[in-house]
């Protein structure tokens, strides 16, 4: 059965940091693709952040600069580096793993932004 479990989430002033990590159990973590999603109340989850079983990594441009996505096949997590955090950043995230038509989501971790 597969588990990803996120932590690290939390209130943070704006341009504070937050690292973000998901755990996963139940999968060859290494051959999967690993992503980061948010959502805010009344928005759609949106995917913001991925890396592939490859290494290779794309952004949307709301968090090019500021976020970094990380992996660690050794200990089978995905972290999020947030920097830089703004307001709208506030939201649930969620890590997914994918591997072909396989698709996996974690529970969440929220991250409030505010002062």
């Known amino acids: 059965q597969v588990q990803l479990v996120e932590s690290g989430g939390g209130l943070v002033q704006p341009g504070g940091s937050l690292r973000l990590s998901c755990a996963a159990k139940?999968?060859?973590?290494?051959?999967?693709?690993m992503g980061w999603s948010r959502q805010a109340p009344g928005n759609k989850r949106a995917l913001i952040a991925s890396i592939t079983s490859g290494g290779s990594i794309s952004y949307v441009d709301s968090v090019k600069g500021r976020f970094t996505i990380s992996r660690d096949n050794a200990k089978n997590t995905v972290y999020l580096q947030m920097n830089s955090l703004k307001p709208e950043d506030t939201a649930v995230y969620y890590c997914?793993?994918?591997?072909?038509?396989?698709?996996?989501w974690g529970q969440g971790t929220q991250v409030t932004v505010s002062s």
């Open positions: 997914n793993a994918r591997s072909g038509p396989m698709e996996s």
């Open positions: 139940g999968i060859i973590f290494s051959s999967y693709h």
